[in-house]
């Protein structure tokens, strides 16, 4: 059976925690939280002919790239990088801490989780912003912790990449 570190990477308030909560424990809470340092949680996914075991490290929210604590990044087969769809600047925030990841741990498989999704009549970032992002040849996966929208998919497309790499 492999296991593979993975990296739930954002700013602060974008869902991190409740993603992971959702996918481990199929609960969610609306009360906030605040991460600090890393939470380390843990789930077996079962793919066609592979079982991997996925050390999920939720870190805590970054507002600016150099917050970033490279040590927690080592030993990481790949990440989730969370942005809130509500709030503008935590996909900027996000580009940003993409390029920081990649410089420190290399290209890794990753995926990018547009969170709040049952909330897009309030979103702030376009149809138009995505494209250009899959245009670049990023995996971007709409999803709600509150619902449980496109949690699941988002964990085994991870692991999927993870097992194929």
Known sequence: ML?????????FAVGKTSLVRRFVD????DK???????KIDKK??????TELTLML?????????????????????????VIDGTR???????????TRVEQTI??????????????????SISERETAALQDKGWGVIKTSAKTGFGV???FHSLAQKLAEA
């Open 44 to 49: 077996l996914v079962k793919l066609d002919s």
């Open 106 to 123: 290399g290209a890794v498989p990753f995926l990018l989780l547009m969170n709040k999704s049952d909330l897009t009549s309030e979103w």
């Open 26 to 29: 199929s609960i969610y809470s």
């Open 88 to 98: 503008q600047d935590t996909l900027y925030q996000a580009l940003a801490l993409q």
């Open 152 to 154: 699941d998919d988002a």
């Open 3 to 11: 296991q593979k570190k993975i990296c739930m990477l954002g700013t």
């Open 57 to 81: 490290w939720d870190l805590e929210g970054t507002q600016t790239e150099n917050d970033l604590r490279k040590s927690y990044l080592r030993g990481a087969a790949g990440y989730l990088l």
């Open 32 to 38: 906030y939280h605040t991460t600090v340092g890393v």
